[in-house]
């Protein structure tokens, strides 16, 4: 499938489209925003890409958009005679990771939907769906960046972040997409696999069992909410 990468300007209007493009890289990844990297060579689409001002809006080959992303960082090389511009973009989504959770608060038995309101009302996105709806014991927000609460409550309900660019409304989904049915099989349609783990969401949780007199219970200690565990 062929893909389009347009120049948008600070009121998102289309002022051009990228020309000589090298290579492009969509990078995606569950509850975090997406990241398109654009290499490309010396062209008149360069003087509309700026940096915190610019966004990239990438097209199908139908005409479907498939994200807009905001240039969050531009460089120039020059490699004999070949100038080249490399332009890193991150999804809109990202825009939460600037905004601040103005206060510092508890919540108890609140569902996703309600914690969802709670912080959205500190960030310029409206208030989408949550389709998981289990209660959340506890949890705590304290002037921290919006897309950290959001991807705490996610992780504590099993649920997925999606943005309607339509509509600049975040959503909490069950799960996003579709099983298609496809198959990858090592030495068919798969060339090479590599795993790769990342540590920073990693937490360690101590659960108080026996011991002593009387047992060992930490289930109502007030330093673990109220959760039969504490973390760090």
Request: hydrophobic share 40%.
């Amino acid at each position: 499938m062929r893909y389009a990468v347009d120049v948008l300007d600070e009121s998102r209007a289309r002022v051009a489209e990228l020309t000589g493009m090298v290579t492009a890289r969509l990078r995606e990844r569950i509850n975090a925003p997406a990241v398109l990297t654009v290499e490309l060579l010396a062209g008149p689409s360069w003087e509309h890409v700026r940096p915190g001002v610019s966004f990239l809006r990438l097209r199908d080959g139908f005409g479907g958009v498939r994200g807009t992303f905001r240039v969050i960082e531009v460089s120039t090389a020059r490699v004999r005679e070949r100038a080249s511009l490399t332009v890193i973009a991150r999804h809109v989504l990202g825009d939460t990771a600037d905004e601040l959770y103005a206060g510092a608060s508890d919540f108890f038995n609140r569902t996703p939907g309600e914690l969802l309101a709670a912080v959205l009302a500190h960030s310029s996105f409206g208030e989408g769906t949550a389709e998981p709806s289990m209660e959340i014991p506890y949890v705590r927000f304290e002037y921290e960046p919006v897309l950290t609460c959001l991807t705490r409550i996610c992780s504590l309900s099993g649920g997925e972040l999606e943005l309607d660019e339509t509509v600049v409304a975040i959503s909490i989904r069950n799960r996003i997409g579709r099983d298609a049915g496809g198959v990858f099989r090592y030495g068919t349609n798969l060339v090479s696999a590599r795993r790769a783990v990342s540590t920073g969401n990693l937490a360690n949780r101590v659960y108080g069992v026996g011991g002593g007199d009387p047992p060992m219970d930490i289930s109502g200690a007030t330093g673990s909410g109220g959760l039969p565990y504490v973390e760090d």
